[in-house]
């Protein structure tokens, strides 16, 4: 077998893109069905020169890599439930300062303490409203192992483009499910480094003044500049301030530089949509499920299509309506109570038509349940 070609979970595919993308710290702390993102990370990390350290919980964890970031490196860490819950105050930080930073959640069935070992999908709602105040956040998801490699590196591209921390919202199938992944040569996948400032003093810097095009270049901490980063409010120059007019221009720069860039941050397959008089919406391992009911009934004459969303947050309201617009029906394949569906409601132009099939039990969603529920709309005529 060819070294660029493994076998390998989908946390292993999660390490191997990381490192691709140029991850150089990680700071993170055991918890389940995220751990072995940890312990190959241990183990490959040092491998190639990098630092990965072990922290006492999950708030150390996310603040690590902060201070990471702030000095030039590319990181990451990775968690799950409750790990998540515990760095939200972290996430809201990186997001008004601006950091660049991945964070990966492998999600479990919860609340609290929850299902450990069993899969779920309830993290949507949380990823872009875990944290306090306005602002928007970018989650990415996958459903095999050779998506979670490309999404991951598509996570750090993000990253560095728009100085946000982003989200990678897996879940405990993906995680541990092992498949065939394909290792790009160096070079295959474009990978997007560090907007560095030119200005070699400090007298004309601007640490929070972005470029003509939005981008906003950084400056190595304890480099060539020095500057202040704070979590208040802040003017150009990084110090804190309620000026009115300032506060109302960062917190639509902290919005906009995510929202209106929504095509270019969004991913997503569509199978046999041309002709689907039903689609089903679906994310995450659901969306394996969900295919395999739409390559069945296809089969049998049926006009069934597959929208599979790869990006959740920013969410892709646009594309959901136009790639909709000619369905009777939608179902929305998740696991959990109903998150994405509320989303797919509001953006197409009969919501009634849209309808939920899920399971809540940590039991994985198998195509014998999609087609039950779907034998049920069908019978009510929805």
């Not at 956040?137 to 459903?143: F, K």
């Not at 095509?263 to 391992?285: F, H, N, P, W």
Request: proline share 5%; net charge negative; charged share 20%.
């Amino acid at each position: 077998m060819s070294e660029n070609i493994k076998f390998i979970q989908g946390n292993e595919a999660c390490v191997e893109a990381a490192l691709y993308g140029g991850l150089d710290f990680y700071a993170g702390y055991p918890i389940t069905p995220s751990t072995e993102i940890a312990e190959h990370m241990a183990v490959r990390l040092p491998q190639i020169g990098g630092k990965f350290i072990q922290m006492e919980d999950e708030i150390a964890s996310i603040a690590a890599i902060i201070g990471a970031s702030l000095t030039g490196h590319k990181v990451m860490t990775a968690t799950s439930g409750p790990g998540f819950s515990l760095m939200q105050e972290g996430l809201g930080y990186a997001v008004m300062a601006e950091i660049p930073c991945v964070i990966v959640n492998v999600q479990r069935g919860g609340p609290s303490t929850g299902l450990p070992t069993n899969v779920g999908q309830g993290d949507v709602m949380q990823a872009q409203w875990g944290s306090h105040g306005d602002y928007s956040i970018v989650a990415i998801t996958a459903s095999n192992n050779q998506d979670v490699f490309n999404m991951t590196v598509h996570a750090f591209n993000i990253a560095e483009t728009y100085r946000t921390p982003v989200i990678l919202l897996f879940d405990e199938v993906i995680g541990h499910m092992r498949e065939r992944v394909d290792i790009p040569e160096k070079g295959e996948i474009n990978l997007v480094e560090r907007l560095k400032t030119q200005i070699k003093t400090g007298v004309d810097f601007h640490p929070y003044l972005p470029r003509e095009d939005g981008r906003l270049p950084m400056s190595d901490f304890g480099g060539v500049h020095r500057y202040n980063v704070t979590g208040l409010a802040h003017d150009m120059w990084g110090f804190p301030t309620n000026d009115p007019q300032i506060v109302h221009g960062l917190l639509r720069h902290l919005v906009d530089k995510i929202n209106n860039n929504v095509q270019e941050i969004t991913r997503y397959k569509e199978y046999c949509m041309d002709d689907a008089e039903l689609v089903l919406v679906s994310y995450g391992s659901t969306a394996r499920s969900a295919l395999h009911v739409v390559n069945n009934r296809r089969k049998r004459g049926e006009r069934l299509g597959l929208l599979e969303l790869q990006t959740l947050w920013p969410f892709p309201y646009s594309l959901v309506k136009e790639k909709c617009a000619k369905a009777s029906y939608i179902g929305v394949v998740e696991l959990n109570m109903g998150q994405v569906v509320q989303l797919v409601r509001n953006a197409v132009d009969k919501p009634e038509r849209v309808f939920l099939i899920n399971r809540i039990d940590g039991v994985f969603i198998s195509p014998t349940d999609i087609r039950n529920t779907l034998r049920v709309i069908q019978g009510k005529g929805m």
